[in-house]
Nanobody, 124 residues
Framework: QVQLVESGGGLVQAGDSLRLSCVAS????????MGWVRQAPGKEREFVSSINWSGGSTSYANSVKGRFTISRDSAKNTVFLQMNSLRVEDTAVYSC?????????????????WGQGTQVTVSS
């Protein structure tokens, strides 16, 4: 089993930045592809970003491309999501996710493990 614990969410203003962190346990992070998904109130969960097991391949939703950056520190079993130029529409619960596949997932359904999530609220 894989346990994922997120941190770093909060309340910010539009245009601000936040960095989310996710610590994995139960399995070596280097064997997992990791990512982030989000769910806004009244909406379905949506894919945000992912990074493959080696860190050599990343994927982003069009809505965050150029503003968000995913990275990983396998030595610390941690994956990060740097979020810049935040918008009101980025408000959601952000969850860390993991996959045992070798590639960077591109949809919610391709992840196998989930964290509890951290709230990100962006005010205007």
């Amino acid at each position: 089993q894989v346990q994922l614990v997120e941190s770093g969410g909060g309340l910010v203003q539009a245009g601000d930045s936040l960095r989310l962190s996710c610590v994995a346990s139960g399995r070596t992070l280097s064997a997992l592809s990791m990512g982030w998904v989000r769910q806004a109130p009244g909406k379905e969960r949506e894919f945000v970003s992912s990074i493959n097991w080696s860190g050599g391949s990343t994927s982003y939703a069009n809505s965050v491309k150029g503003r968000f950056t995913i990275s990983r520190d396998s030595a610390k079993n941690t994956v990060f999501l740097q979020m810049n130029s935040l918008r009101v529409e980025d408000t959601a619960v952000y969850s860390c996710a993991a996959s045992s596949s070798g590639w960077a997932p591109r949809s919610v359904s391709q992840f196998e493990y989930w964290g509890q999530g951290t709230q990100v609220t962006v005010s205007s």
